[in-house]
Nanobody, 125 residues
């Protein structure tokens, strides 16, 4: 069982920055890939960014490439999402999730076994 808790969401003006954090209550954090997803009302949950357990591989959805950066600290069982140059269309709930699946499946929600409750990000224009 893995418990995840996101933090760092909030209200920011367009062009601003937020840093999301996800703390994992798990005996060992290593070995899991981590992902950040978001889901706008009426839309499917989509991968925003993912990172392997070593941090050696990352993946981003095209709309955030160059603006968002995912990182992790295995010693602290945390994963972060640094979000810069935020746009109003980034407004939604963001979720972190844990995956033990292969990297080739990393964009699929079905590859993730555990999810956090989500944190709201609101970007005003």
């Amino acid at each position: 069982q893995v418990q995840l808790e996101e933090s760092g969401g909030g209200l920011v003006q367009a062009g601003g920055s937020l840093r999301l954090s996800c703390a994992a209550a798990v005996r060992t954090f290593s070995g899991y890939s981590m992902g950040w997803f978001r889901q706008a009302p009426g839309k499917e949950r989509e991968l925003v960014a993912a990172i392997t357990w070593s941090g050696g591989n990352t993946d981003y959805t095209e709309s955030v490439n160059g603006r968002f950066t995912i990182s992790r600290d295995n010693a602290k069982n945390t994963v972060h999402l640094q979000m810069n140059s935020l746009k109003p269309e980034d407004t939604t709930v963001y979720y972190c999730a844990v995956s033990s699946s292969s990297w080739s499946n990393i964009r699929k929600t079905s590859a993730y076994a555990y999810w956090g409750q989500g944190t709201q990000v609101t970007v005003s224009s």
